[in-house]
Protein backbone atom coordinates (compact mmCIF):
# COMPACT_ATOMS: atom_id res chain seq x y z
CA UNK A 1 0.00 0.00 0.00
CA UNK A 2 1.30 3.40 -1.03
CA UNK A 3 1.32 5.98 1.44
CA UNK A 4 1.50 9.68 -0.07
CA UNK A 5 1.69 12.65 1.24
CA UNK A 6 2.28 15.07 -2.14
CA UNK A 7 -0.28 16.02 -4.50
CA UNK A 8 1.65 15.17 -7.31
CA UNK A 9 2.45 11.89 -6.03
CA UNK A 10 -1.33 10.86 -5.61
CA UNK A 11 -1.78 12.50 -9.32
CA UNK A 12 1.34 10.40 -11.24
CA UNK A 13 -0.01 7.32 -9.23
CA UNK A 14 -3.42 7.95 -10.75
CA UNK A 15 -2.19 8.66 -13.83
CA UNK A 16 0.07 5.48 -14.29
CA UNK A 17 -3.40 3.22 -13.39
CA UNK A 18 -5.83 5.15 -15.40
CA UNK A 19 -3.09 4.27 -18.00
CA UNK A 20 -3.54 1.18 -17.77
CA UNK A 21 -7.36 0.93 -17.83
CA UNK A 22 -7.98 1.01 -14.15
CA UNK A 23 -10.99 2.55 -12.57
CA UNK A 24 -10.23 4.65 -8.79
CA UNK A 25 -12.32 4.74 -6.28
CA UNK A 26 -11.98 7.58 -3.51
CA UNK A 27 -12.65 7.10 0.36
CA UNK A 28 -12.53 10.60 1.82
CA UNK A 29 -12.62 10.59 5.35
CA UNK A 30 -11.07 12.47 8.12
CA UNK A 31 -8.88 9.43 9.53
CA UNK A 32 -10.07 8.22 13.34
CA UNK A 33 -11.18 5.05 11.22
CA UNK A 34 -14.42 3.25 12.23
CA UNK A 35 -16.48 0.32 10.98
CA UNK A 36 -18.63 3.31 8.89
CA UNK A 37 -15.53 4.24 6.85
CA UNK A 38 -14.79 0.45 6.42
CA UNK A 39 -17.91 -0.30 4.89
CA UNK A 40 -16.99 2.20 2.10
CA UNK A 41 -13.52 0.77 1.64
CA UNK A 42 -15.59 -2.28 1.22
CA UNK A 43 -17.84 -0.51 -1.21
CA UNK A 44 -14.60 0.85 -3.17
CA UNK A 45 -12.94 -2.49 -3.27
CA UNK A 46 -16.08 -4.06 -4.95
CA UNK A 47 -16.41 -1.34 -7.60
CA UNK A 48 -13.20 -0.01 -8.33
CA UNK A 49 -9.78 -1.54 -9.69
CA UNK A 50 -7.90 0.71 -7.50
CA UNK A 51 -9.10 2.27 -4.01
CA UNK A 52 -7.45 5.31 -2.79
CA UNK A 53 -8.19 6.43 1.07
CA UNK A 54 -7.83 10.07 1.75
CA UNK A 55 -6.94 10.93 5.59
CA UNK A 56 -6.64 14.60 6.14
CA UNK A 57 -8.41 16.84 9.19
CA UNK A 58 -9.97 19.50 6.92
CA UNK A 59 -9.40 22.76 8.91
CA UNK A 60 -11.71 24.60 6.59
CA UNK A 61 -15.00 22.59 7.81
CA UNK A 62 -14.63 23.58 11.44
CA UNK A 63 -15.70 26.54 13.06
CA UNK A 64 -13.46 28.65 15.55
CA UNK A 65 -15.44 27.47 18.33
CA UNK A 66 -15.67 23.34 17.42
CA UNK A 67 -13.39 20.41 18.02
CA UNK A 68 -10.19 21.00 15.10
CA UNK A 69 -7.77 20.07 17.45
CA UNK A 70 -8.44 18.08 19.60
CA UNK A 71 -10.55 16.39 17.03
CA UNK A 72 -9.62 11.96 17.52
CA UNK A 73 -6.55 10.67 15.52
CA UNK A 74 -4.94 7.39 15.20
CA UNK A 75 -2.47 7.68 11.77
CA UNK A 76 -0.60 4.39 12.50
CA UNK A 77 -4.31 2.62 13.34
CA UNK A 78 -5.51 3.61 10.09
CA UNK A 79 -2.73 2.21 8.54
CA UNK A 80 -2.67 -0.78 9.44
CA UNK A 81 -6.71 -1.05 9.16
CA UNK A 82 -6.39 -0.10 5.72
CA UNK A 83 -3.31 -2.19 4.64
CA UNK A 84 -5.19 -5.02 6.14
CA UNK A 85 -8.43 -4.41 3.57
CA UNK A 86 -6.31 -4.19 0.96
CA UNK A 87 -6.25 -0.54 -0.01
CA UNK A 88 -4.27 -0.03 -3.01
CA UNK A 89 -2.80 4.12 -1.41
CA UNK A 90 -3.53 6.43 1.17
CA UNK A 91 -3.49 9.69 0.70
CA UNK A 92 -2.41 12.23 4.00
CA UNK A 93 -1.36 15.50 3.28
CA UNK A 94 -0.75 17.50 5.37
CA UNK A 95 -2.55 21.03 5.67
CA UNK A 96 0.32 23.45 4.07
CA UNK A 97 -0.09 20.68 0.86
CA UNK A 98 -4.30 21.34 0.69
CA UNK A 99 -4.11 25.01 1.81
CA UNK A 100 -0.82 26.95 0.28
CA UNK A 101 -0.46 30.21 1.08
CA UNK A 102 -2.16 32.78 -1.19
CA UNK A 103 -5.01 29.86 -1.00
CA UNK A 104 -8.51 32.34 -1.88
CA UNK A 105 -11.03 29.74 -3.38
CA UNK A 106 -14.36 27.95 -1.97
CA UNK A 107 -17.44 26.43 -3.53
CA UNK A 108 -20.19 26.96 -2.01
CA UNK A 109 -23.71 25.59 -2.42
CA UNK A 110 -26.83 27.41 -1.66
CA UNK A 111 -30.17 26.46 -0.16
CA UNK A 112 -28.85 22.91 0.33
CA UNK A 113 -26.23 24.18 2.89
CA UNK A 114 -28.81 26.50 4.79
CA UNK A 115 -30.24 24.37 6.67
CA UNK A 116 -29.43 21.41 9.33
CA UNK A 117 -25.97 21.39 10.25
CA UNK A 118 -25.16 24.32 7.54
CA UNK A 119 -27.53 26.87 9.73
CA UNK A 120 -25.63 25.33 13.16
CA UNK A 121 -21.93 25.36 11.54
CA UNK A 122 -22.02 28.48 9.56
CA UNK A 123 -19.18 27.93 6.41
CA UNK A 124 -18.99 24.10 7.16
CA UNK A 125 -20.47 23.10 4.22
CA UNK A 126 -18.24 25.07 2.19
CA UNK A 127 -15.45 24.01 4.01
CA UNK A 128 -16.67 20.71 2.92
CA UNK A 129 -17.37 21.21 -0.61
CA UNK A 130 -13.60 23.07 -1.14
CA UNK A 131 -11.77 19.93 -0.12
CA UNK A 132 -14.02 16.94 -1.79
CA UNK A 133 -13.72 19.30 -4.93
CA UNK A 134 -10.02 19.13 -4.53
CA UNK A 135 -9.79 15.32 -3.49
CA UNK A 136 -11.99 14.48 -6.40
CA UNK A 137 -9.76 16.58 -8.85
CA UNK A 138 -6.45 15.24 -7.25
CA UNK A 139 -7.14 11.81 -7.59
CA UNK A 140 -9.66 11.62 -10.89
CA UNK A 141 -11.67 9.01 -8.70
CA UNK A 142 -14.33 7.24 -11.45
CA UNK A 143 -16.42 6.80 -7.98
CA UNK A 144 -16.50 8.56 -4.17
CA UNK A 145 -17.92 7.05 -1.55
CA UNK A 146 -19.43 8.80 1.35
CA UNK A 147 -21.92 7.59 4.31
CA UNK A 148 -25.51 8.49 4.96
CA UNK A 149 -24.71 9.48 8.66
CA UNK A 150 -23.75 13.18 7.17
CA UNK A 151 -26.49 13.15 5.08
CA UNK A 152 -26.67 16.70 4.62
CA UNK A 153 -23.20 16.46 3.74
CA UNK A 154 -23.79 13.37 1.07
CA UNK A 155 -26.77 15.54 -0.46
CA UNK A 156 -24.71 18.98 -0.72
CA UNK A 157 -21.79 16.78 -2.33
CA UNK A 158 -23.97 15.56 -4.72
CA UNK A 159 -25.10 18.59 -5.88
CA UNK A 160 -21.64 20.61 -6.48
CA UNK A 161 -20.52 17.10 -8.31
CA UNK A 162 -23.73 17.71 -10.63
CA UNK A 163 -23.61 21.52 -11.06
CA UNK A 164 -19.48 21.67 -11.59
CA UNK A 165 -19.80 18.42 -14.24
CA UNK A 166 -17.30 16.76 -12.36
CA UNK A 167 -16.98 13.41 -13.84
CA UNK A 168 -17.52 11.48 -10.63
CA UNK A 169 -19.89 9.37 -9.33
CA UNK A 170 -20.76 9.97 -5.87
CA UNK A 171 -22.18 6.53 -3.68
CA UNK A 172 -24.27 6.91 -0.73
CA UNK A 173 -23.65 4.34 1.72
CA UNK A 174 -25.92 3.01 4.64
CA UNK A 175 -25.01 4.09 8.17
CA UNK A 176 -23.69 1.86 9.91
CA UNK A 177 -24.52 1.38 13.79
CA UNK A 178 -23.01 -0.64 16.57
CA UNK A 179 -25.19 -3.36 18.14
CA UNK A 180 -27.23 -1.56 20.47
CA UNK A 181 -28.10 0.97 17.16
CA UNK A 182 -25.79 3.35 17.86
CA UNK A 183 -24.61 5.57 14.68
CA UNK A 184 -20.94 4.76 14.31
CA UNK A 185 -18.61 8.04 14.98
CA UNK A 186 -14.98 9.18 15.19
CA UNK A 187 -16.90 11.29 18.08
CA UNK A 188 -18.09 8.61 20.11
CA UNK A 189 -15.06 8.52 21.69
CA UNK A 190 -15.74 11.46 23.43
CA UNK A 191 -18.78 9.89 25.19
CA UNK A 192 -18.37 8.25 28.44
CA UNK A 193 -20.23 5.17 30.00
CA UNK A 194 -23.28 6.82 31.17
CA UNK A 195 -23.25 9.57 27.57
CA UNK A 196 -22.88 6.32 26.28
CA UNK A 197 -26.26 5.41 27.47
CA UNK A 198 -28.07 8.80 26.49
CA UNK A 199 -26.29 8.67 23.10
CA UNK A 200 -29.16 5.89 22.24
CA UNK A 201 -31.70 8.84 22.44
CA UNK A 202 -31.10 9.38 19.00
CA UNK A 203 -31.90 5.98 17.87
CA UNK A 204 -34.41 5.02 20.11
CA UNK A 205 -36.57 8.43 19.06
CA UNK A 206 -36.62 6.59 15.38
CA UNK A 207 -39.63 4.04 17.29
CA UNK A 208 -41.08 7.29 18.94
CA UNK A 209 -41.71 8.78 15.57
CA UNK A 210 -42.73 5.47 13.74
CA UNK A 211 -45.50 5.19 16.73
CA UNK A 212 -46.80 8.63 15.91
CA UNK A 213 -47.38 7.47 12.45
CA UNK A 214 -48.83 4.35 12.78
CA UNK A 215 -51.05 6.13 15.35
CA UNK A 216 -51.84 8.62 12.47
CA UNK A 217 -50.30 11.30 13.53
CA UNK A 218 -49.59 13.66 10.55
CA UNK A 219 -48.43 17.32 11.63
CA UNK A 220 -44.48 17.59 11.65
CA UNK A 221 -44.37 19.62 14.52
CA UNK A 222 -45.88 17.57 16.95
CA UNK A 223 -43.14 14.61 15.93
CA UNK A 224 -40.72 17.16 16.15
CA UNK A 225 -41.96 17.90 20.00
CA UNK A 226 -42.52 14.55 21.01
CA UNK A 227 -38.74 13.87 20.05
CA UNK A 228 -37.32 16.67 21.31
CA UNK A 229 -39.31 15.74 24.54
CA UNK A 230 -38.36 11.94 24.54
CA UNK A 231 -34.31 13.01 23.79
CA UNK A 232 -34.32 15.49 26.28
CA UNK A 233 -35.60 13.32 28.68
CA UNK A 234 -32.27 11.80 28.86
CA UNK A 235 -29.59 12.98 30.86
CA UNK A 236 -26.19 14.99 29.47
CA UNK A 237 -28.16 15.94 26.07
CA UNK A 238 -29.00 19.27 24.81
CA UNK A 239 -30.79 19.51 21.68
CA UNK A 240 -28.86 20.92 18.60
CA UNK A 241 -31.55 20.51 16.21
CA UNK A 242 -34.27 18.19 15.35
CA UNK A 243 -36.07 18.58 12.12
CA UNK A 244 -38.15 16.86 9.27
CA UNK A 245 -37.43 17.59 5.97
CA UNK A 246 -37.48 16.82 2.50
CA UNK A 247 -35.54 13.85 1.49
CA UNK A 248 -34.50 15.83 -1.36
CA UNK A 249 -34.39 19.55 -0.73
CA UNK A 250 -34.14 19.31 2.69
CA UNK A 251 -36.78 22.22 3.47
CA UNK A 252 -39.21 22.25 5.99
CA UNK A 253 -41.89 20.48 6.48
CA UNK A 254 -45.21 20.99 8.52
CA UNK A 255 -47.56 18.40 6.96
CA UNK A 256 -46.69 15.24 6.07
CA UNK A 257 -47.42 13.68 2.93
CA UNK A 258 -45.15 11.87 1.53
CA UNK A 259 -41.52 10.35 3.07
CA UNK A 260 -39.39 12.42 4.99
CA UNK A 261 -35.82 13.22 6.95
CA UNK A 262 -36.17 13.19 10.57
CA UNK A 263 -32.62 14.62 11.26
CA UNK A 264 -30.73 14.86 14.60
CA UNK A 265 -28.16 16.47 15.72
CA UNK A 266 -27.68 16.57 19.54
CA UNK A 267 -24.59 17.15 22.55
CA UNK A 268 -24.02 14.36 24.77
CA UNK A 269 -21.74 15.76 26.95
CA UNK A 270 -19.03 17.14 25.06
CA UNK A 271 -19.61 15.46 21.86
CA UNK A 272 -21.81 16.61 19.22
CA UNK A 273 -23.43 13.76 17.56
CA UNK A 274 -25.70 13.20 14.22
CA UNK A 275 -28.27 11.09 13.25
CA UNK A 276 -30.80 10.43 10.50
CA UNK A 277 -33.48 8.74 9.19
CA UNK A 278 -35.91 8.52 6.25
CA UNK A 279 -39.41 7.52 6.98
CA UNK B 1 -16.19 20.06 -37.46
CA UNK B 2 -18.51 18.92 -34.70
CA UNK B 3 -20.99 20.98 -33.44
CA UNK B 4 -22.36 19.78 -30.29
CA UNK B 5 -24.70 21.60 -27.58
CA UNK B 6 -25.09 18.32 -25.10
CA UNK B 7 -22.54 17.56 -22.25
CA UNK B 8 -22.71 14.39 -22.64
CA UNK B 9 -21.85 14.34 -26.37
CA UNK B 10 -18.99 16.34 -25.63
CA UNK B 11 -18.10 14.00 -22.60
CA UNK B 12 -17.94 10.72 -25.24
CA UNK B 13 -16.01 12.84 -28.05
CA UNK B 14 -13.25 13.83 -25.77
CA UNK B 15 -13.33 10.92 -23.58
CA UNK B 16 -12.86 8.81 -27.36
CA UNK B 17 -9.79 11.36 -28.50
CA UNK B 18 -8.21 11.08 -25.07
CA UNK B 19 -8.21 7.13 -25.35
CA UNK B 20 -6.54 7.78 -28.12
CA UNK B 21 -3.58 9.45 -26.32
CA UNK B 22 -4.84 13.12 -27.57
CA UNK B 23 -4.50 16.38 -25.86
CA UNK B 24 -7.04 18.47 -25.64
CA UNK B 25 -6.90 22.44 -25.96
CA UNK B 26 -9.52 24.49 -24.35
CA UNK B 27 -10.90 28.05 -25.98
CA UNK B 28 -13.80 29.44 -23.80
CA UNK B 29 -15.70 32.40 -25.53
CA UNK B 30 -18.91 33.94 -25.62
CA UNK B 31 -18.61 34.15 -29.66
CA UNK B 32 -18.63 36.53 -31.65
CA UNK B 33 -15.64 36.04 -32.46
CA UNK B 34 -12.85 38.35 -33.09
CA UNK B 35 -8.98 38.24 -33.73
CA UNK B 36 -8.25 37.76 -30.35
CA UNK B 37 -10.37 34.76 -30.02
CA UNK B 38 -8.96 33.64 -32.95
CA UNK B 39 -5.10 34.00 -31.48
CA UNK B 40 -6.18 31.51 -29.02
CA UNK B 41 -7.61 29.42 -31.55
CA UNK B 42 -4.29 29.56 -33.24
CA UNK B 43 -2.05 28.94 -29.91
CA UNK B 44 -4.19 25.91 -28.76
CA UNK B 45 -4.28 24.85 -32.49
CA UNK B 46 -0.33 24.80 -31.96
CA UNK B 47 -0.10 23.16 -28.18
CA UNK B 48 -2.90 20.14 -28.53
CA UNK B 49 -4.05 17.37 -30.68
CA UNK B 50 -7.89 18.54 -30.49
CA UNK B 51 -8.76 22.04 -29.98
CA UNK B 52 -12.52 22.49 -28.73
CA UNK B 53 -13.96 26.05 -28.27
CA UNK B 54 -16.97 26.99 -26.52
CA UNK B 55 -19.39 29.28 -27.28
CA UNK B 56 -21.29 30.36 -24.40
CA UNK B 57 -23.17 33.99 -23.48
CA UNK B 58 -22.68 33.32 -19.61
CA UNK B 59 -25.43 34.62 -18.32
CA UNK B 60 -24.19 34.27 -14.46
CA UNK B 61 -21.45 36.52 -15.29
CA UNK B 62 -23.78 39.65 -16.62
CA UNK B 63 -24.87 42.02 -13.69
CA UNK B 64 -29.05 42.50 -13.77
CA UNK B 65 -28.24 46.07 -15.74
CA UNK B 66 -25.73 44.81 -18.11
CA UNK B 67 -25.70 43.99 -21.62
CA UNK B 68 -26.52 40.06 -21.25
CA UNK B 69 -29.73 40.21 -23.55
CA UNK B 70 -28.22 42.47 -26.16
CA UNK B 71 -24.09 41.05 -26.02
CA UNK B 72 -23.33 40.62 -29.34
CA UNK B 73 -23.80 36.82 -31.14
CA UNK B 74 -23.51 35.70 -34.75
CA UNK B 75 -23.31 31.69 -34.37
CA UNK B 76 -23.15 31.22 -37.94
CA UNK B 77 -20.44 33.85 -38.93
CA UNK B 78 -18.40 32.11 -35.57
CA UNK B 79 -18.60 28.73 -37.07
CA UNK B 80 -17.20 29.08 -40.47
CA UNK B 81 -14.55 31.16 -38.63
CA UNK B 82 -13.41 28.05 -36.46
CA UNK B 83 -14.04 25.84 -39.30
CA UNK B 84 -11.85 27.91 -41.58
CA UNK B 85 -8.97 27.75 -38.68
CA UNK B 86 -9.61 23.62 -38.40
CA UNK B 87 -11.23 23.50 -35.18
CA UNK B 88 -12.46 20.08 -33.85
CA UNK B 89 -15.26 20.39 -32.19
CA UNK B 90 -17.39 23.45 -30.78
CA UNK B 91 -19.40 22.92 -27.83
CA UNK B 92 -22.45 25.44 -27.85
CA UNK B 93 -24.67 24.71 -24.98
CA UNK B 94 -27.99 26.58 -24.53
CA UNK B 95 -28.18 27.90 -20.84
CA UNK B 96 -30.69 25.13 -19.42
CA UNK B 97 -27.56 22.56 -20.15
CA UNK B 98 -25.39 24.56 -18.31
CA UNK B 99 -27.68 25.89 -15.49
CA UNK B 100 -30.38 23.50 -14.95
CA UNK B 101 -33.22 23.54 -12.42
CA UNK B 102 -31.67 23.41 -9.17
CA UNK B 103 -28.35 24.58 -9.91
CA UNK B 104 -27.05 25.90 -6.46
CA UNK B 105 -22.77 26.04 -7.15
CA UNK B 106 -20.31 29.15 -7.04
CA UNK B 107 -17.11 29.03 -7.27
CA UNK B 108 -16.06 31.96 -5.19
CA UNK B 109 -12.21 33.83 -5.32
CA UNK B 110 -11.65 36.08 -2.27
CA UNK B 111 -8.83 38.93 -2.48
CA UNK B 112 -8.42 39.02 -6.15
CA UNK B 113 -11.74 39.53 -7.31
CA UNK B 114 -12.18 42.63 -5.11
CA UNK B 115 -10.66 45.17 -6.88
CA UNK B 116 -11.02 46.51 -10.25
CA UNK B 117 -13.72 44.93 -12.13
CA UNK B 118 -15.09 43.08 -9.33
CA UNK B 119 -15.48 46.00 -7.38
CA UNK B 120 -17.40 47.54 -10.20
CA UNK B 121 -19.39 44.24 -11.35
CA UNK B 122 -20.71 42.70 -8.35
CA UNK B 123 -20.95 38.78 -8.60
CA UNK B 124 -19.55 38.96 -11.98
CA UNK B 125 -15.95 36.78 -10.83
CA UNK B 126 -18.27 34.26 -9.61
CA UNK B 127 -19.83 33.64 -12.34
CA UNK B 128 -16.60 33.19 -14.57
CA UNK B 129 -15.19 31.04 -12.46
CA UNK B 130 -18.02 29.13 -11.68
CA UNK B 131 -18.68 28.89 -15.72
CA UNK B 132 -14.61 28.14 -16.29
CA UNK B 133 -14.95 25.32 -13.36
CA UNK B 134 -17.72 23.53 -15.60
CA UNK B 135 -16.55 24.21 -19.31
CA UNK B 136 -12.81 22.52 -17.73
CA UNK B 137 -14.45 19.66 -16.07
CA UNK B 138 -16.66 19.08 -18.96
CA UNK B 139 -13.76 19.24 -21.69
CA UNK B 140 -11.22 17.86 -19.26
CA UNK B 141 -9.01 20.17 -21.36
CA UNK B 142 -4.87 19.52 -20.85
CA UNK B 143 -4.76 23.07 -21.85
CA UNK B 144 -7.31 26.31 -21.68
CA UNK B 145 -6.35 29.50 -23.26
CA UNK B 146 -7.61 32.75 -22.38
CA UNK B 147 -6.88 36.49 -23.16
CA UNK B 148 -4.49 39.23 -21.23
CA UNK B 149 -7.55 41.86 -22.57
CA UNK B 150 -9.34 40.61 -19.30
CA UNK B 151 -5.97 40.47 -17.49
CA UNK B 152 -8.31 40.35 -13.91
CA UNK B 153 -10.23 37.25 -15.08
CA UNK B 154 -7.10 35.54 -16.09
CA UNK B 155 -5.65 35.70 -12.29
CA UNK B 156 -8.89 34.64 -11.23
CA UNK B 157 -9.00 31.54 -13.45
CA UNK B 158 -5.28 30.60 -12.50
CA UNK B 159 -6.17 30.84 -8.74
CA UNK B 160 -9.14 28.97 -8.52
CA UNK B 161 -7.18 26.20 -11.20
CA UNK B 162 -4.31 25.99 -8.74
CA UNK B 163 -6.15 26.30 -5.23
CA UNK B 164 -9.31 23.58 -6.73
CA UNK B 165 -6.24 21.15 -7.77
CA UNK B 166 -7.99 21.45 -11.45
CA UNK B 167 -5.81 19.35 -13.95
CA UNK B 168 -5.50 22.03 -16.97
CA UNK B 169 -2.66 23.93 -17.44
CA UNK B 170 -4.22 28.08 -18.28
CA UNK B 171 -2.05 29.87 -20.69
CA UNK B 172 -2.86 33.67 -20.83
CA UNK B 173 -2.43 35.07 -24.22
CA UNK B 174 -1.16 38.79 -24.93
CA UNK B 175 -3.62 41.27 -26.00
CA UNK B 176 -4.47 41.49 -30.11
CA UNK B 177 -4.81 44.98 -31.00
CA UNK B 178 -6.41 46.79 -34.44
CA UNK B 179 -3.75 48.81 -36.43
CA UNK B 180 -4.68 51.94 -34.57
CA UNK B 181 -3.66 49.95 -31.52
CA UNK B 182 -7.31 49.61 -30.06
CA UNK B 183 -7.59 46.54 -28.11
CA UNK B 184 -10.30 44.33 -30.20
CA UNK B 185 -13.40 43.36 -28.15
CA UNK B 186 -16.38 41.99 -29.05
CA UNK B 187 -17.92 45.10 -27.52
CA UNK B 188 -15.92 47.53 -29.94
CA UNK B 189 -19.45 47.16 -32.03
CA UNK B 190 -21.06 49.29 -30.12
CA UNK B 191 -18.78 52.32 -30.76
CA UNK B 192 -19.84 55.04 -33.28
CA UNK B 193 -16.93 56.33 -35.42
CA UNK B 194 -16.41 59.13 -33.20
CA UNK B 195 -16.18 57.29 -30.30
CA UNK B 196 -14.07 54.82 -32.08
CA UNK B 197 -11.58 57.83 -32.03
CA UNK B 198 -12.48 58.54 -28.35
CA UNK B 199 -11.94 54.84 -27.48
CA UNK B 200 -7.49 55.13 -28.61
CA UNK B 201 -7.53 56.91 -25.42
CA UNK B 202 -7.17 53.72 -23.31
CA UNK B 203 -4.34 52.84 -25.12
CA UNK B 204 -2.83 56.37 -26.16
CA UNK B 205 -2.75 56.79 -22.16
CA UNK B 206 0.27 54.16 -22.16
CA UNK B 207 2.40 56.71 -23.54
CA UNK B 208 1.10 58.97 -21.05
CA UNK B 209 2.24 57.10 -18.28
CA UNK B 210 5.78 55.91 -19.84
CA UNK B 211 6.35 59.32 -20.60
CA UNK B 212 6.20 60.37 -16.70
CA UNK B 213 8.24 57.41 -15.42
CA UNK B 214 10.56 58.60 -17.59
CA UNK B 215 10.58 61.83 -16.41
CA UNK B 216 10.87 60.04 -13.05
CA UNK B 217 8.01 60.25 -11.23
CA UNK B 218 6.85 57.22 -8.82
CA UNK B 219 3.84 58.41 -7.01
CA UNK B 220 0.99 56.14 -8.42
CA UNK B 221 -1.92 58.88 -7.39
CA UNK B 222 -0.32 61.21 -9.38
CA UNK B 223 0.36 58.98 -12.51
CA UNK B 224 -3.62 57.94 -12.36
CA UNK B 225 -4.83 61.59 -11.96
CA UNK B 226 -2.60 62.36 -15.33
CA UNK B 227 -4.11 58.94 -17.24
CA UNK B 228 -7.66 60.34 -15.86
CA UNK B 229 -7.38 63.84 -17.37
CA UNK B 230 -6.19 62.49 -20.48
CA UNK B 231 -8.80 60.46 -20.96
CA UNK B 232 -11.41 62.76 -19.62
CA UNK B 233 -10.28 64.86 -22.41
CA UNK B 234 -11.71 62.70 -25.02
CA UNK B 235 -15.18 62.92 -26.23
CA UNK B 236 -18.15 60.56 -24.64
CA UNK B 237 -15.61 58.58 -21.98
CA UNK B 238 -16.93 57.94 -18.94
CA UNK B 239 -14.48 56.36 -16.60
CA UNK B 240 -15.19 53.41 -14.98
CA UNK B 241 -11.84 52.94 -12.66
CA UNK B 242 -8.09 54.03 -14.12
CA UNK B 243 -5.67 51.82 -11.50
CA UNK B 244 -2.35 50.99 -10.93
CA UNK B 245 -1.86 47.87 -8.96
CA UNK B 246 0.67 45.34 -8.32
CA UNK B 247 0.41 42.67 -11.15
CA UNK B 248 -0.26 39.65 -8.83
CA UNK B 249 -2.08 40.54 -6.16
CA UNK B 250 -4.10 43.37 -8.14
CA UNK B 251 -3.64 45.18 -4.83
CA UNK B 252 -3.77 49.47 -4.93
CA UNK B 253 -0.70 50.28 -5.14
CA UNK B 254 0.44 53.85 -3.88
CA UNK B 255 4.44 53.84 -4.12
CA UNK B 256 6.11 52.28 -7.40
CA UNK B 257 9.09 50.48 -6.72
CA UNK B 258 9.05 47.52 -8.73
CA UNK B 259 6.95 46.44 -12.17
CA UNK B 260 3.25 47.35 -12.19
CA UNK B 261 -0.30 46.82 -14.10
CA UNK B 262 -2.02 50.03 -14.76
CA UNK B 263 -5.85 48.89 -15.59
CA UNK B 264 -8.51 50.50 -17.01
CA UNK B 265 -11.89 50.81 -17.76
CA UNK B 266 -13.89 53.36 -19.45
CA UNK B 267 -17.19 53.89 -21.23
CA UNK B 268 -16.96 55.17 -24.02
CA UNK B 269 -20.56 55.75 -25.45
CA UNK B 270 -22.79 52.51 -23.66
CA UNK B 271 -19.77 50.53 -24.54
CA UNK B 272 -17.69 49.50 -21.33
CA UNK B 273 -14.19 49.06 -22.71
CA UNK B 274 -11.02 47.45 -20.89
CA UNK B 275 -7.63 47.57 -20.93
CA UNK B 276 -4.28 47.28 -19.44
CA UNK B 277 -0.72 47.30 -19.64
CA UNK B 278 2.27 45.86 -17.28
CA UNK B 279 5.12 48.41 -16.99
Chains 1, 2 share one sequence.
Do not use: W
Not at 12 to 35: A, C, D, R, W, Y
Amino acid sequence: MKILHKIKDVRNFVKEEKGKNKSIGLVPTMGFLHQGHLELVNKSLADNDITVVSIFVNPAQFGPNEDFESYPRDFNRDISLLKEKGVDCVFAPPVDEMYPENFATKVVVRGLTETLCGNKRPGHFEGVATVVTKLLNITDADRAYFGKKDYQQLKVIERFVKDLNINTKIKGIPIVREKDGLAVSSRNIYLSDDERKSALSLVKSFDVVQNLLDEGERDADVIRERVIDFISGFKNTNIDYVSIVDPETLEYKGLIEDKFLLALAVYVGKARLIDNKIF
